[in-house]
């Protein structure tokens, strides 16, 4: 390929462009036919923040660089399909591993023909996991050439990845990317998106609760949509800089606060509460069933004693050897009345009549 005139585009410059671009993820991979732009084609991947992997590191974001590997005749077309499907063991032999079987990240890849050796290319692979536990072990199984983690230094995340994103295109050369950079869009002050110091951060959530508290974002159908895309577009709005996620995580947690600290008042109701119009009712029904005054105090009233089911026999002249002179059970005539006696409150006797039991006998029809 043919060399291109000019300095490469560094890391730092851009780092310092980066907020003028968003970062932008493909389902499917896209495959790009780039110039080689490097200072020093031979070394196309020099502008790249790398160092050196240590023994036993462990690294989200891994690069595989493996020199003067010959490829043969580089069937691109086969390549694309195979990194879209995630077939990462049917890479030509040489830039492949396949003691790797557990195929959970992303593979970014680029090809660098030799100057004067067609078959002969230096590839450039970078291998993104999508969690952060993979072991050490694996990591050294799965590199072919030499293996480098990035050096993150103290950038910001988001503009640092974007920058490594604008440094590995600028690289050229044959490439199979799942992400890719856009243009930030004036109008959305992408520009000023990114880096928040703590006061901006402070400010922008201090705003988010007064609005709420003060009722000025709504909770039905699109309101908080609308009220979120209002605030995003407004350049003086606190909330400029802040994703909209963010903004979403911050209105959910105030609605889900604000239900939880909701008052509940509750009323327990007790017999001492409903005593005042529960007595009179119940010496209304007492009275009727059993002919008692409706105005006696029966809450007082304990279990009644010394009630009897026959008259008391206060003599009894039986002879136990003869059966004849015991008088067996006898019942009071009808029409009297038992006497049901019960303690009161200040050791007052009252007398409850209550109707004799042939009385409440169905009569014959």
């Keep these: 390929m043919a060399e291109a005139a000019g300095p490469a585009t560094n890391f730092t410059r851009a780092l310092a462009g980066a907020d003028a671009f968003n970062l932008t993820s493909h389902a499917s991979p896209v495959a790009l036919e780039l110039p080689v732009t490097a200072a020093h084609p031979r070394v196309p991947w020099s502008d790249l923040p790398l160092k050196p992997r240590p023994r036993g590191g462990r690294s989200r974001h891994l690069f595989d660089v493996i020199p003067d590997v010959n490829l043969g005749d580089l069937d691109k077309p086969a390549l694309l399909d195979i990194i879209g499907a995630k077939r990462f063991n049917d890479l030509p032999d040489g830039i492949?591993?396949?003691?790797?079987?557990?195929?959970d990240y992303d593979l970014q890849i680029a090809f660098f023909q030799h100057p004067s050796q067609a078959e002969i290319y230096t590839v450039v692979k970078h291998i993104t996991f999508k969690q952060d536990n993979v072991t050490a072990s694996r990591l050294d199984r799965m590199i072919v050439g030499s293996a480098y983690v990035l050096n993150w230094g103290e950038s910001n995340h988001r503009s640092f990845r974007k920058a490594l994103q604008k440094v590995w295109v600028d690289m050229g050369g044959f490439q199979i990317n799942h992400l890719s950079l856009e243009a930030a869009d004036p109008s959305s002050n992408a520009r000023d998106a990114g880096f928040m110091t703590?006061?901006?951060?402070?400010?922008?959530?201090?705003?988010?609760e007064a609005q709420w508290n003060q009722g000025k974002i709504g909770m039905g159908g699109t309101s908080q949509l609308r009220w979120i895309a209002l605030q995003m577009g407004d350049p003086t709005s606190p909330l400029r800089k802040m994703k909209k996620a963010d903004i979403k995580e911050a209105l959910a947690t105030m609605q889900t606060t604000g239900s939880l600290a909701d008052v509940h008042h509750e009323y327990p109701l007790t017999m001492m509460h409903i005593a005042v119009w529960f007595r009179p009712i119940a010496l209304q029904i007492f009275a009727a069933l059993f002919s008692y005054p409706a105005n006696n105090n029966i809450s007082s009233y304990k279990s009644c004693e010394k009630n009897t089911i026959r008259s008391p026999n206060p003599t009894n002249t039986a002879d136990p050897a003869d059966p004849s002179t015991h008088?067996?059970?006898?019942?009071?005539?009808?029409?009297?009345?038992?006497q049901i006696f019960g303690p009161l409150a200040g050791g007052a006797q009252r007398q409850m009549q209550l109707p004799h039991v042939s009385e409440l006998r169905r009569q014959p029809a």
């Design 198 to 208: 703590a006061t901006e951060v402070n400010m922008a959530y201090d705003f988010i």
């Design 96 to 103: 492949h591993n396949k003691t790797d079987e557990t195929h």
């Design 327 to 338: 008088p067996g059970p006898t019942r009071d005539p009808p029409g009297t009345n038992k």
